[in-house]
């Protein structure tokens, strides 16, 4: 069983930065396939980003360019460096954790909000 924490969400400033991170507990996080996922008021979940085991990364076209993940396998974390950011990017944040082709395994979600 793993169990998922993600931090770093708040408030900030259009144009600003935001580090979140996702903390693992449990289970063998170096496995899994990890994913951020975001949700705004009203929209549906949309895929922000995603890491293999081995560290290939997908982005979603919205954040090409501005979003990195990354993933510390000792540390058991996966991180999401959000940079110029816009207020569309506003929504409640979320990390999945991967088992083969399904992800079981979500966090509580950290809210960021980008407004001047």
């Known amino acids: 069983q793993v169990q998922l924490r993600e931090s770093g969400g708040g408030l900030v400033q259009p144009g600003g930065s935001l580090r979140l991170s996702c903390a693992a507990s449990g289970g063998i996080i170096s496995i899994n396939d990890m994913r951020w996922y975001r949700q705004a008021p009203g929209k549906q979940r949309e895929l922000v980003a995603s890491i293999t085991h081995d560290g290939t990364t997908n982005y979603a076209d919205s954040v090409l360019g501005r979003f990195t993940i990354s993933r510390d396998n000792v540390k058991k974390t996966v991180y999401l460096q959000m940079n110029d950011l816009k207020p569309e990017d506003t929504a409640v944040y979320y990390c999945?954790?991967?088992?083969?082709?399904?992800?079981?395994?979500w966090g509580q979600g950290t809210q960021v909000t980008v407004s001047s």
């Open positions: 999945a954790a991967g088992v083969g082709d399904s992800y079981p395994y």
